[in-house]
């Protein structure tokens, strides 16, 4: 995003601008927090959390030439782990969701392409069933390499983690799906 230091800088005195950034960024987390839990709602509730939290603390944000979008991956991971430890959501499966059910409801771009390309992607459903069969540590950081494509530096950033450990979860994690399938 061109000017995001700009753009951050003016959303901490205006909370207006924070807008830009939501719309900017909302999409790619709403799909990465998708793909984890697999269920629309959930994903709606955490992304909004995670958005609002993140608006609340846009204060706490200091610049260190990282796109804020680590940022709010991290929100969202941490999220994802209050979601895994309450389970206070029962998910859906997937494949219970109708494309043209969703589509009704979607309003952005972002959200139509991500639901689409899973729903319409059997190797996905299937996939995404043994991926929720592994714990949600293995689960983050699995979709956010492989379905966010994201580099293992990122990855420890928005976990909190050493690259080291990030290439140690990712083996394992894809070594516990092997055994899974």
């Not at 807008?19 to 509730?45: E, N």
């Not at 997937?94 to 059910?101: A, F, K, N, Q, Y």
Request: aromatic residues 14%.
């Amino acid at each position: 995003m061109y000017n995001e230091r700009l753009i951050i800088e003016k959303a901490k005195k205006d909370p207006k601008i924070f807008g830009q950034l939501y719309d900017a960024y909302y999409p790619k987390i709403f799909g990465y927090i998708f793909r984890v839990t697999g269920d629309y709602s959930t994903s709606c509730d955490i992304t909004s959390e995670t958005f609002l939290k993140a608006w609340m603390k846009i204060n706490s944000f200091n610049w260190r030439g990282i796109s804020i979008s680590s940022w709010f991956y991290k929100i969202a991971s941490n999220e994802l782990n209050q979601y895994f430890r309450k389970k206070k959501y029962t998910p859906y499966n997937i494949i219970d969701l109708s494309v043209d059910g969703l589509n009704s409801i979607n309003n952005s771009n972002g959200i139509d392409n991500a639901h689409n390309k899973m729903e319409l992607n059997d190797e996905f459903t299937n996939i995404h069933q043994k991926l929720k069969k592994l714990s949600p540590k293995y689960q983050k950081v699995i979709a956010l390499r492989y379905f966010e494509e994201m580099s293992i530096k990122e990855i420890g950033e928005i976990m909190g983690k050493k690259e080291g450990t990030v290439k140690s979860l990712i083996s394992r994690g894809l070594e516990k799906l092997k055994n899974i399938f």
